[in-house]
């Protein structure tokens, strides 16, 4: 399985203001998610971090609130911008790799703000 | 696009008894159904999964069942342990479609009582 190291872990922000995580895998992989859990939801799905292309957001996710990198095959950031408390959430970094099926996830970043 | 229908949202069974998580999807074009475990303060674990070409996969304790006719699946976990107690997400996706997405269940909090 592949080893995903996101950065930081938790954080607690002023509104307004904007954070951006890190999502580190130790292979190259050739899908990479973003993800946001509210408290006690499911997990849904931001967008598909493309590399060398932009993301792909799902319905209800624009470009100007999460604006997301993918500058090669191991690494990948998303930025939560200008902040509210709703955006208070645990943010997941996901990859899928090749011909496998299985998608791990990160540790999560769990996302304060006040 | 998919949905998937997960109950119950919490279920509480007795240290050594059995467990049984249900899921519906709607697209009859998923084709591969995982389970995560998430405990509390980590992400998501992927503990098992299934595709649509078999009816039933067993791993130790764990066990899940594919009915693709009535579009549902299950996950079993036979005597129950302590370590059992977390939430437990069903996903389905569509294996080669563009994308890959996971669509998630809406989550079931385990309780295993000693």
């Known amino acids: 399985s592949a080893v995903i190291s996101q950065k930081p872990s938790r954080d607690i922000c002023q509104r307004g203001t904007s954070l951006t995580i890190q999502c580190q895998v130790d292979?190259?992989?050739?899908?990479m998610f973003w993800y946001r859990q509210q408290p006690g939801q499911s997990l849904t799905l931001i967008a598909t971090a493309n590399q060398g292309s932009e993301a792909t957001y799902e319905s209800g996710f624009v470009i100007d609130k999460f604006p997301i990198s993918r500058p090669n095959l191991t690494f990948s950031t998303l930025t939560v911008s200008n902040m509210s408390p709703e955006d208070s959430s645990i943010y997941l970094c996901?990859?899928?790799?090749?011909?496998?099926?299985?998608?791990?996830f990160g540790q999560g970043t769990r996302l304060t703000v006040v | 696009g998919e949905n998937v229908e997960q109950h119950p949202s919490t279920l509480s069974v007795q240290e050594g008894d059995s467990a049984v998580i249900k899921c519906t999807y709607s697209d009859s074009a998923s084709n591969y159904f995982p389970w995560y475990k998430q405990e509390l303060g980590k992400g998501p674990q992927l503990i098992i999964d299934?595709?649509?070409?078999?009816g039933e996969k067993k791993d130790q304790r764990i066990a899940v069942t594919l009915n693709k006719t009535a579009k549902h699946f299950s996950l079993h976990i036979t005597e129950t342990q302590p370590e059992d107690s977390a939430v437990y997400f069903c996903a389905a996706s569509e294996l080669a479609a563009a994308g890959n997405k996971l669509t998630f269940g809406g989550g079931t909090r385990v309780l295993v009582k000693p």
């Open positions: 299934i595709r649509s070409n078999v």
């Open positions: 996901s990859v899928r790799g090749g011909a496998r099926t299985e998608a791990f």
């Open positions: 292979s190259q992989v050739t899908m």
